[in-house]
């Protein structure tokens, strides 16, 4: 009995097992080898339409982090052909083809080039020169931007592969954004604002680099077939090669990572130490700045003033929290080093733009319940129109009521939507037939299908 319930059990795993690769297999829907090698090889170029279309994609770039346009950005995002020789190197490492990776990065760095020329010729003409929001989002790396192109290539590259081509790559482009961080580098040259330029283009490198890098995962998971060589000391020549770019692209990359990842558990840990440490019933903190490079910690608190005593204890505590090394330094409203006019007139505008998107919320609800008036009015008037119309089509129709209700049944419940009521009194009986075309007609009057026709028969 224990031996078949143990038989059972192996039985069923197996089965699960078998079923779970199946709902999981990248198998089905696979393109040949000879069709990814086509398509993948063929996005590599950067010539002609490529070429063309990657200099409307700058512009479109440059014009959207000029005007602070989210929409132009995913616009240029979406048909910028940069994802082509960046997947080429990835294919390339994963199938030992040296040709095709110097084809790619050559491809690349005309690419790198034209877009930085382009985007800073762009910005130097251009006579806005504000610093907007997006392009100081392109500034500045973080471990969710490496997540992003490690998990974008790898959709995109497993994209690439389908028999059936999907909208997969356009959104890998959105989400790991080559073309903004590219054109935020064209805005550092053009402004000689040398963070912007170098904190734009090594964005762009950790994106394109993990990319590359998750391509070449998929590549050697699909067992693609390797690039065949006729004499073996090249082959192994090439193998060296590749290992050494393999190595000089990984280990930095993975170095940028985990400084990323430091700088992130740094300053979520100093937030949170501030949070809970600094907070007290007669003081409050009203701003907190983190750099997480000097292990500095800032924090300004408004209300009584806090002995130096308490601020020390509160220093001790740093190194406990994991904040080892690092230095707090707190800001109070008697202490001359803080800008109280600088403080009073941030508070004044975010009472500013807290007043002003409530008013926003209220005009948007003014212009709603104004629509629905009109459309109120519109339908009373319908409602108006529509006795005289029936008794010209029926002149036995002698009275009419016409209202608009909910409604409800047992099975179904409330209707989301009311039902219209036409009850009418015939001097003479109507037949099924004009019942059926009044309701007909009712429906296209007043564009709705909950129409309840009640028809009584008699003089009024």
């Not at 069709?35 to 994609?57: C, H, K, P, Y």
């Not at 130097?124 to 992003?148: C, F, G, K």
């Not at 290992?243 to 100093?270: H, M, N």
Request: proline share 3%; with cysteine.
């Amino acid at each position: 009995m224990n031996l078949s319930e143990n038989q059972r059990t192996v039985g069923l795993g197996r089965r699960a097992t078998i079923a779970l690769r199946a709902l999981f297999s990248l198998g089905e829907g696979k393109a040949d080898d000879s069709t990814i090698d086509q398509s993948l090889r063929a996005d590599v170029e950067m010539r002609g339409t490529n070429l063309w279309v990657l200099i409307f994609a700058i512009f479109i770039a440059s014009v959207g982090l000029n005007v602070n346009s989210t929409a132009v950005i995913i616009g240029a995002m979406l048909i910028s052909p940069l994802m082509g020789p960046i997947m080429g190197i990835g294919y390339g490492v994963g199938i030992y083809d040296f040709a095709l990776i110097r084809v790619s990065l050559k491809n690349l760095g005309i690419a790198i080039l034209l877009t930085l020329l382009t985007s800073t010729a762009y910005f130097v003409v251009s006579p806005l020169t504000t610093v907007q929001s997006e392009l100081l989002a392109r500034t500045t790396a973080t471990i969710w931007d490496v997540l992003i192109a490690l998990f974008g290539g790898l959709a995109g590259i497993v994209a690439a592969t389908r028999k059936e081509k999907s909208n997969v790559v356009p959104g890998v482009a959105i989400a790991t954004a080559l073309m903004p961080p590219l054109c935020t580098a064209g805005f550092g040259l053009a402004s000689a604002n040398w963070p912007f330029f170098f904190g734009a283009f090594s964005l762009f490198t950790i994106n394109c680099v993990f990319i590359a890098s998750a391509s070449a995962i998929v590549v050697r998971a699909f067992h693609m077939p390797p690039k065949h060589f006729v004499d073996e000391r090249a082959a192994t020549r090439v193998h060296r090669y590749l290992g050494a770019i393999v190595v000089l692209t990984i280990v930095p990359s993975l170095y940028f990572a985990y400084q990323l990842v430091d700088e992130a558990v740094f300053k979520s840990r100093a937030t949170q130490f501030v949070r809970n440490q600094l907070e007290f019933k007669q003081s409050h903190v009203v701003d907190i700045n983190i750099d997480p490079k000097a292990k500095r910690i800032e924090a300004t608190l408004v209300g009584d003033v806090i002995p130096q005593s308490t601020l020390a204890e509160v220093a001790n505590r740093l190194q406990s929290e994991g904040l080892t090394g690092a230095e707090l330094k707190v800001f109070q409203t008697g202490d001359q080093r803080v800008d109280v006019a600088a403080l009073k007139s941030n508070l004044l505008s975010d009472l500013y733009k807290k007043s002003q998107a409530a008013l926003e919320n209220k005009d948007k609800l003014i212009e709603q319940l104004r629509g629905e008036l009109g459309m109120q009015k519109i339908h009373q008037q319908h409602f108006r129109d529509i006795p005289a119309e029936i008794h010209a089509l029926y002149p036995q129709i002698e009275s009419v009521l016409l209202s608009e209700a909910p409604a409800w049944n047992v099975r179904t419940g409330w209707n989301s939507r009311n039902t219209v009521v036409l009850s009418i009194r015939s001097s003479k009986p109507l037949n099924k037939g004009d019942q059926t075309k009044i309701e007909q007609w009712l429906r296209m009057r007043l564009k709705s299908d909950s129409i309840k026709l009640v028809v009584e028969t008699g003089k009024v």
